[in-house]
């Protein structure tokens, strides 16, 4: 069924440079909180205590080089086969997680508050893997000229701005959510 599909350039240009920028943005959460990103690597109790501190280093080297291989047309494709096993790696430790109910932060560092283990994060990554395999679909060979390559932009633009509100909206307790849906009060000029 997928055998005769051919994916546009602008397409696989959006999704791959997408992709790189949240692997870009996870590598600076995990940078910039790294004891509480430690923490959460050990919170899974999926590794020896041993492994902890060279795992929680070796994540972000590994989501960086992800970032900047993406970038690079010529190493796209290994990239995005990278990206989507690195996720449903995160997906299964999530799912793990979840059944066990051991962990209380999900290590995804994204600047809010620490990230529940909830069903809607596996569907997440679920939806993060298919983009990254969608962007593995053999390429249709035509330029990309000006116009395309300002969709590309829109599109990446378009797709992380999606992505960082949805994350934050369903990472949001339900005292923060209340702030979002309330009715606004109206002001009293006096």
Known sequence: MLENQVLDP??????RF???ILWGVAVFGKVRQFARFRRAV????LLPEAA????????PGVEALLAATLVWSATAR???LGSAILISCYTAALAVAA???TLSDCGCLQGGPPGRVVPWLILRNLLLIGVACVALLPQHARAVGVPEACLIVAGVIGLCL????MSRLLAATPSEFETFVDEPQPREWG
């Open 78 to 80: 290994p990239a995005l």
């Open 162 to 165: 999606g992505y960082f509100a």
């Open 10 to 15: 602008v397409l696989f240009h959006t999704l």
């Open 42 to 45: 050990r919170g899974y109790r």
């Open 52 to 59: 902890v501190p060279l795992i929680a280093l070796s994540i």
């Open 99 to 101: 059944i066990r109910g």
């Open 18 to 20: 997408a992709l790189a």
